[in-house]
C-alpha cells in the first residue's frame, strides 16, 4: 500500500506543462500516508527527450523516455528496474474497466469517491522559491490535490510526447482498480493548468497527506549521462501487469 501511494505521489508531482529550456529543480518532500511517512529531499531533471525523478533517500529513481514512451522505475536497492511502456498501462486500464465488478466498484467508490465529480478553484497567489505561482484547488471524489504553478515556467518535453504520456499516467495505477478514474481525472485537469507545479499537497488517498515544495531551481544543458540506464536486470512490469489482469478475466 505504501509504495503504492509513493507511486502515485511521484506520478502527480511529474506532471509538467511545456517549454524549451533544460530544468533542475530541487524538492522537499513530507509525505504521510496510512503506513507512515517521512521528509526526503528529490531532484527533477527535465530535457525534451527525458524526465528524471531522484530520490536518494529511498534510493529510488522514476525515469521517463518521451520519445519511446516508456517509464522506468530504478529501485537501487534491489538492483533492478521495472519498464512500463505507455501502450500497455493504457491496454491495462481498458482491461480494468471491462473487469471491474459492480460490487468492487462500490467499495472503491466509498474509499476514494465518484470520479465523475470534480471541481477546480483557483485560491490567490503565493511565493514558492522566490517566484509567484498561482494556487489551485483540485478536488475529484475524495482526491484533494492543492497546485501552486508558475505561468511563467514550463519544461521542454515536445507536446505530442507529453499528451500521450499523460494519457498513461493514470493507467500506471491500473492495479489499483476503479480508484485509477479518480488519478485519470486528476491528471486531466492538471493537464489544463498553466505553468510548471512547483508546490503540490495530495490528500484522501490512502490516509495520505504529502508535500513536494521546490527549493531550488536551475535552467541549463543537462548531461545526458543523468538519464543512463544503469546494467541492473529490467522487469517487463506492462507485460506482467496484462498477465495478471488476463488471468483475473478467466476467474
Known amino acids: 500500500m505504501r509504495r503504492l501511494a509513493l507511486l502515485a505521489l511521484g506520478l502527480l508531482f511529474s506532471a509538467i506543462t511545456l517549454g524549451a529550456t533544460d530544468l533542475t529543480i ?3 518532500v513530507e509525505g504521510k500516508s496510512l503506513m507512515g511517512g517521512k521528509t526526503t529531499t528529490e531532484t527533477h531533471y527535465y530535457t525534451s527527450k527525458y524526465q528524471m525523478v531522484r530520490n536518494e533517500s529511498s534510493k529510488t529513481d522514476s525515469l521517463v523516455d518521451y520519445e519511446k514512451a516508456t517509464t522506468y522505475t530504478i529501485d537501487h536497492d534491489k538492483k533492478k528496474i521495472a519498464m512500463m511502456r505507455m ?3 493504457l491496454a491495462a486500464m481498458e482491461s480494468m474497466d471491462q473487469q471491474s465488478p459492480g460490487a468492487m466498484k462500490g467499495v472503491m467508490g466509498a474509499m476514494f469517491g465518484d470520479a ?7 485560491m490567490g497567489t503565493e511565493a514558492v522559491a522566490g ?3 498561482t494556487i489551485h484547488k483540485i478536488t475529484v471524489g475524495k482526491l484533494v490535490m492543492v497546485m501552486s504553478a508558475d505561468p511563467s515556467l514550463s519544461a521542454p518535453v515536445p507536446a505530442a510526447s507529453y499528451s500521450r504520456m499523460m494519457k498513461a499516467r493514470a493507467a500506471t495505477m491500473a492495479k489499483a482498480g476503479p480508484s485509477a478514474a479518480s488519478f485519470k481525472r486528476l491528471y486531466e485537469e492538471m493537464s489544463k493548468i498553466k505553468g510548471l507545479p512547483l508546490k503540490t499537497r495530495m490528500s484522501g488517498f490512502l490516509g495520505m497527506n504529502a508535500l513536494s515544495e521546490a527549493t531550488q531551481i536551475k535552467a ?3 548531461s545526458g549521462a543523468i538519464f543512463a540506464l544503469p546494467a541492473y ?3 517487463d512490469a506492462g507485460k506482467q501487469l496484462r ?3 488476463s488471468k483475473g478475466k478467466k476467474k
Do not use: H, L, N, Q
Open 116 to 122: 465523475s465529480k470534480c471541481t477546480v478553484e483557483k
Open 220 to 222: 541549463g544543458p543537462i
Open 26 to 28: 530541487a524538492f522537499k
Open 87 to 89: 501502450d500497455d498501462a
Open 131 to 133: 517566484r509567484t505561482c
Open 233 to 235: 536486470p529490467i522487469e
Open 243 to 245: 498477465e495478471e489482469i
